[in-house]
């Protein structure tokens, strides 16, 4: 997909031509799974926001692709508040391993959420 913008209407995308049929009767969920992988990096931020506030368990293993693969720290930051506000014992799994992270700012705010967990009980 190339990511523009369309209607629920198209039957096709107006820019590349990909077949919008079976795309338009996914649940909203398999949706925002699918735009994790969105090229501009602040709509995958709301993206794992999303995904965070409705604790989409779902979600976990592309979030955990995503630990393993992705580069920016801003992206990462935003994977380890989204897991925080997730209630799967994967996703505090996943916050243990952003506290390994090679980047300080990941690791500092995944201890932060980890510490909180750690403290709400």
């Known amino acids: 997909a190339c990511w523009s913008t369309v209607s629920k209407d198209d039957k ?6 990909y077949d919008l049929t079976e795309f338009h009767q996914l649940p909203y969920e398999y949706k925002l799974i699918m735009a994790l992988e969105h090229p501009v990096k602040d709509m995958k931020k709301n993206v794992i926001y999303t995904v965070g506030r409705k604790d989409l368990e779902l979600a976990l ?5 995503m630990v393993n693969r992705e580069t920016d720290p801003i992206i990462l930051m935003e994977i380890a508040d989204a897991l925080s506000r997730m209630s799967s014992p994967e996703a505090t799994n996943l916050l243990r ?6 980047y300080p700012v990941v690791r500092s705010r995944a201890i932060m959420h980890l510490q909180k967990r750690i403290s709400d009980v």
């Open 12 to 17: 096709v995308c107006p820019n590349c031509g």
């Open 61 to 65: 293993p592309h979030f955990e692709l």
């Open 97 to 102: 391993k952003l506290a390994q992270h090679r």
